[in-house]
C-alpha cells in the first residue's frame, strides 16, 4: 500500500516526509501515481445525518469533526473520487463504539456495487483495512448492523490507491457536479420517509419456485410472515376476536410473474354449509394491479374461485395451511400492487369475524382498504391508492383523563399486533405474552386516547439511560415540519419529558392495564385536519425488550419519523 508518499521516478525515489494527508499527482510522459487520500474534499453523500455532523465531516481531514449516520441498521456513505482508480486500501477513524457488522463496496457507476470487504468484528478507532485490489470511481460504506440504538459515526473515511490512466483520462474533477449527481441518485434510491403511508408489505423472490401442496416447505423460510388481526366486522372493537376461536398469518414470495402465499390458519370449528358463499369460513385476497380490480375467495378444503388471473391453490387435510399462486401477467421483481388479504370464520351461528391485516370497515372487495404489497427493491414507488388511515371521531366536551374507559362506549378499538423487534416474523408476540388495543378521540384542539394492555410481567427498571427499554406506551405525531414522540413507561402518570412539545397528561390504572392520555395538538378545532401517527407498546421481562407492538408494519423506526400512518380528524 502507497499512502507514505513514495513516489518512483525514472530511477530515482523520492521519499515524502510523514503520511500524505493531501493528494500527490505527477504528471509523467502520461503516467499518473496518486498515492494520498482519494477521498478527501471529493463529493460524498448518504441516506440520511444526525443533525449536526453532515457526511462531508467524514472527508474534510479535520479529525474533530464526524459524520453521524441516521439511527438505522441499513445506513449508506457514498464518495466519488472523482475518477476510477485503482483502491488497495481504506482506512476508518471510528467513533467509539465502531460499527457491529458492515460492508464496503465499489462501483464505477453508483449503480452496480460489488463488495469487497465484509467486516463482522471492528476492533474501531483507526481501522486500516487492506490486501485487496479493486477497481471503482465510488466507494459505499453499508451499515449492516449497529453497535447501539444510535447512527454509525466516523472521524475519517480515507481511501488510498492509484489513478489508473488505463481506463480514464485524467480530467480536472467538478465536486459540484459531482455532488449534484450523487445527490439525484441517492433521492431515487433513497427516497425520503413518507407521513402518510405505512411501511409497505414485502413480497420475498423465491429461491426456488414452491410446489402448490398445501405444505410448508423450506422455502417458506425465506418469507416475511404478518399477523391478521383486525376483525373488521368489530364495529366497536376490531380486537374482539378470542385467538383461540380464529387466528391466522400469511406471506408471499414470488418468482417472475407469479406471486406465491401461504396461509396460517387456526379455527376452533369449521363451516362451509352457509348459503351465502361469503359467509363460509374462507380465505380472500384483493389485489388491484394495472388498474385491474380482482376478490378471489377459496373456501376451507376447495379451490379459489376463477377469473382472470389463473390461480393454483392446495389446503392441506385439516384446514390449517393453504397454499396458493396467482400469475399476475407481468415481471413482479421492482414493482408494487395494492394489496389485502381476510380470513373468515363463521361457527354456524353466522360469520362474526373477518380478520384482515389492517385498519377498515370491509370494503376491500370495492377496491379501497388496500395496502401496499412490494416485490424486491421498487425504484419509483407509484400506486393507485394510499393506504388506510385512521379516523379519529370527536366528541362533544372535553374528557376526564383518569385511566377509567366510562367516556369510550362509542370509541372504535384497533389492535397493535405488528413486533416491529421481528421483522422476519411481525406475528411473534411470545405466546401471547403481551397484548394491546387502543382508541382515539378528541374535542376541540386536544387528541384523546385509552390503550388496553395485558402483560404477564411488568418491568421498569431500566438504566436511566436507556428508558425505552422498561415497559412503555410511545406516541409518534407529525403535523406539517414538526414530529414528536412522547412515551410514558408504566407507571409514570406523565409523558417523557425530553420529548413534549405540547401540554399532555397521562395517567395509569393501579395494574397498569389501561392508560388514558390527552395531547394539547392545537387552540384550534382538529377537525378536518389529517396527522401522522404511530403508536407502540414495549415489552421487557427482565432479559432485554423483545416485543415492540404497533399497529401497521415497519422496522421500528417511527422514533425518526419513518412508518407512519395517517390519523384524520372527522367533523
Given at each position: 500500500?502507497?499512502?507514505?508518499?513514495?513516489?518512483?521516478l525514472?530511477?530515482?525515489i523520492?521519499?515524502?516526509?510523514?503520511?500524505?494527508?493531501?493528494?500527490?499527482?505527477?504528471?509523467?510522459?502520461?503516467?499518473?501515481?496518486?498515492?494520498?487520500?482519494?477521498?478527501?474534499?471529493?463529493?460524498?453523500?448518504?441516506n440520511?445525518?444526525?443533525?449536526?455532523?453532515?457526511?462531508?465531516?467524514?472527508?474534510?481531514?479535520?479529525?474533530?469533526?464526524?459524520?453521524?449516520?441516521?439511527?438505522?441498521?441499513?445506513?449508506?456513505?457514498?464518495?466519488?473520487?472523482?475518477?476510477?482508480?485503482?483502491?488497495?486500501?481504506?482506512?476508518?477513524?471510528?467513533?467509539?463504539?465502531?460499527?457491529?457488522?458492515?460492508?464496503?463496496?465499489?462501483?464505477?457507476?453508483?449503480?452496480n456495487?460489488?463488495?469487497?470487504?465484509?467486516?463482522?468484528?471492528?476492533?474501531?478507532?483507526?481501522?486500516?483495512?487492506?490486501?485487496?485490489?479493486?477497481?471503482?470511481?465510488?466507494?459505499?460504506?453499508?451499515?449492516?448492523?449497529?453497535?447501539?440504538?444510535?447512527?454509525?459515526?466516523?472521524?475519517?473515511?480515507?481511501?488510498?490507491g492509484?489513478?489508473?490512466?488505463?481506463?480514464?483520462?485524467?480530467?480536472k474533477?467538478?465536486?459540484?457536479?459531482?455532488?449534484?449527481?450523487?445527490?439525484?441518485?441517492?433521492?431515487?434510491?433513497?427516497?425520503?420517509?413518507?407521513?402518510?403511508?405505512?411501511?409497505?408489505f414485502?413480497?420475498?423472490?423465491?429461491?426456488?419456485?414452491?410446489?402448490?401442496?398445501?405444505?410448508?416447505?423450506?422455502?417458506?423460510?425465506?418469507?416475511?410472515?404478518?399477523?391478521?388481526?383486525?376483525?373488521?366486522?368489530?364495529?366497536?372493537?376490531?380486537?374482539?376476536?378470542?385467538?383461540?376461536?380464529?387466528s391466522?398469518?400469511?406471506?408471499?414470495?414470488?418468482?417472475?410473474?407469479?406471486?406465491?402465499?401461504?396461509?396460517?390458519?387456526?379455527?376452533?370449528?369449521?363451516?362451509?354449509?352457509?348459503?351465502?358463499?361469503?359467509?363460509?369460513?374462507?380465505?380472500?385476497?384483493?389485489?388491484?394491479?394495472?388498474?385491474?380490480?380482482?376478490?378471489r375467495?377459496?373456501?376451507?378444503g376447495?379451490?379459489?374461485?376463477?377469473?382472470?388471473?389463473?390461480?393454483?391453490?392446495a389446503?392441506?387435510?385439516d384446514?390449517?395451511?393453504?397454499?396458493?399462486?396467482?400469475?399476475?401477467?407481468?415481471?413482479?421483481?421492482?414493482?408494487?400492487?395494492?394489496?389485502?388479504?381476510?380470513?373468515?370464520?363463521?361457527?354456524?351461528?353466522?360469520?362474526?369475524?373477518?380478520?384482515?391485516?389492517?385498519?377498515?370497515?370491509?370494503?376491500?372487495?370495492?377496491?379501497s382498504?388496500l395496502?401496499?404489497?412490494?416485490?424486491?427493491?421498487?425504484?419509483?414507488k407509484?400506486?393507485?391508492?394510499?393506504?388506510?388511515?385512521?379516523?379519529?371521531?370527536?366528541?362533544?366536551?372535553?374528557?376526564?383523563?383518569?385511566?377509567?374507559?366510562?367516556?369510550?362506549?362509542e370509541?372504535?378499538?384497533?389492535?397493535?399486533?405488528?413486533?416491529?423487534l421481528?421483522?422476519?416474523?411481525y406475528?411473534?408476540?411470545?405466546?401471547?405474552?403481551?397484548?394491546?388495543?387502543?382508541?382515539?378521540?378528541?374535542?376541540?384542539?386536544?387528541?384523546?386516547?385509552?390503550?388496553?394492555?395485558?402483560?404477564?410481567?411488568?418491568?421498569?427498571?431500566?438504566?436511566?439511560?436507556?428508558?425505552?427499554?422498561?415497559?412503555?406506551?410511545?406516541?409518534?405525531?407529525?403535523?406539517?415540519?414538526?414530529?414528536?414522540?412522547?412515551?410514558?413507561?408504566?407507571?409514570?402518570?406523565?409523558?417523557?419529558?425530553?420529548?413534549?412539545?405540547?401540554?399532555?397528561?397521562?395517567?395509569w390504572?393501579?395494574d397498569?392495564?389501561?392508560?388514558?392520555?390527552?395531547?394539547?395538538?392545537?387552540?384550534?378545532?382538529?377537525?378536518?385536519?389529517?396527522?401522522?401517527?404511530?403508536?407502540?407498546?414495549?415489552d421487557?421481562?427482565?432479559?432485554?425488550?423483545?416485543?415492540?407492538?404497533?399497529?401497521?408494519?415497519?422496522?421500528?423506526?417511527?422514533?425518526?419519523?419513518?412508518?407512519?400512518?395517517?390519523?384524520?380528524?372527522?367533523?
Open positions: 500500500m502507497k499512502k507514505t508518499g513514495l513516489c518512483l525514472t530511477g530515482l523520492l521519499i515524502l516526509s510523514a503520511c500524505v494527508s493531501s493528494p500527490v499527482i505527477l504528471l509523467l510522459d502520461d503516467k499518473v501515481e496518486h498515492y494520498g487520500n482519494l477521498a478527501l474534499y471529493k463529493a460524498a453523500i448518504s440520511g445525518d444526525e443533525d449536526g455532523y453532515p457526511v462531508d465531516s467524514a472527508i474534510d481531514g479535520n479529525p474533530k469533526s464526524r459524520w453521524s449516520s441516521s439511527f438505522i441498521d441499513d445506513a449508506v456513505w457514498i464518495v466519488d473520487l472523482g475518477y476510477i482508480a485503482t483502491i488497495d486500501a481504506v482506512q476508518i477513524f471510528w467513533e467509539t463504539p465502531p460499527a457491529s457488522r458492515y460492508q464496503l463496496q465499489v462501483s464505477n457507476d453508483a449503480l456495487w460489488v463488495t469487497f470487504i465484509t467486516v463482522e468484528s471492528s476492533w474501531g478507532d483507526r481501522e486500516l483495512l487492506e490486501g485487496f485490489e479493486v477497481e471503482g470511481r465510488y466507494v459505499k460504506f453499508l451499515g449492516v448492523k449497529r453497535p447501539h440504538e444510535w447512527g454509525y459515526s466516523f472521524w475519517e473515511f480515507e481511501v488510498y492509484e489513478i489508473n490512466p488505463n481506463k480514464e483520462s485524467i480530467v474533477t467538478n465536486k459540484t457536479r459531482n455532488l449534484a449527481a450523487l445527490v439525484a441518485l441517492m433521492e431515487k434510491l433513497y427516497p425520503a420517509p413518507t407521513f402518510e403511508n405505512p411501511a409497505p414485502k413480497a420475498v423472490q423465491a429461491a426456488s419456485v414452491p410446489v402448490i401442496d398445501g405444505k410448508e416447505d423450506e422455502i417458506w423460510s425465506q418469507a416475511i410472515t404478518y399477523p391478521l388481526g383486525f376483525n373488521q366486522l368489530g364495529k366497536q372493537d376490531m380486537s374482539n376476536v378470542d385467538k383461540n376461536d380464529i391466522g398469518t400469511w406471506k408471499i414470495l414470488y418468482s417472475g410473474t407469479i406471486l406465491y402465499g401461504l396461509v396460517h390458519r387456526s379455527d376452533d370449528v369449521t363451516f362451509i354449509n352457509d348459503e351465502v358463499i361469503y359467509a363460509n369460513d374462507c380465505l380472500e385476497t384483493f389485489v388491484l394491479s394495472e388498474g385491474v380490480m380482482e376478490q375467495r377459496a373456501l376451507v376447495q379451490s379459489f374461485d376463477q377469473k382472470s388471473r389463473p390461480m393454483k391453490s389446503w392441506n387435510t384446514g390449517s395451511v393453504l397454499e396458493f399462486s396467482m400469475d399476475l401477467g407481468r415481471e413482479l421483481d421492482g414493482t408494487i400492487i395494492n394489496w389485502n388479504i381476510a380470513l373468515a370464520d363463521n361457527d354456524g351461528q353466522g360469520r362474526d369475524a373477518q380478520l384482515y391485516p389492517l385498519y377498515g370497515d370491509n370494503h376491500a372487495w370495492e377496491g382498504e395496502g401496499e404489497l412490494v416485490f424486491g427493491e421498487v425504484q419509483d407509484q400506486t393507485e391508492l394510499q393506504s388506510p388511515w385512521i379516523p379519529v371521531l370527536p366528541v362533544t366536551t372535553e374528557m376526564i383523563v383518569d385511566a377509567k374507559p366510562d367516556e369510550w362506549s370509541s372504535r378499538f384497533f389492535p397493535l399486533i405488528y413486533n416491529q421481528n421483522t422476519r416474523n406475528a411473534d408476540t411470545k405466546d401471547n405474552d403481551v397484548k394491546a388495543k387502543m382508541a382515539l378521540q378528541y374535542n376541540e384542539g386536544k387528541l384523546y386516547g385509552l390503550l388496553y394492555r395485558y402483560d404477564d410481567i411488568n418491568f421498569m427498571n431500566a438504566d436511566k439511560g436507556t428508558p425505552w427499554e422498561n415497559d412503555n406506551f410511545e406516541l409518534f405525531l407529525k403535523s406539517g415540519d414538526v414530529f414528536f414522540q412522547l412515551r410514558a413507561i408504566v407507571g409514570e402518570n406523565y409523558f417523557d419529558k425530553a420529548f413534549q412539545a405540547y401540554t399532555t397528561k397521562a395517567v390504572n393501579d397498569y392495564s389501561v392508560l388514558e392520555f390527552m395531547v394539547e395538538l392545537s387552540d384550534n378545532a382538529l377537525g378536518g385536519k389529517s396527522f401522522g401517527f404511530n403508536a407502540a407498546l414495549s421487557n421481562d427482565g432479559e432485554g425488550r423483545d416485543i415492540q407492538l404497533y399497529p401497521v408494519t415497519g422496522t421500528n423506526l417511527s422514533w425518526e419519523g419513518y412508518d407512519l400512518t395517517q390519523i384524520k380528524f372527522q367533523k
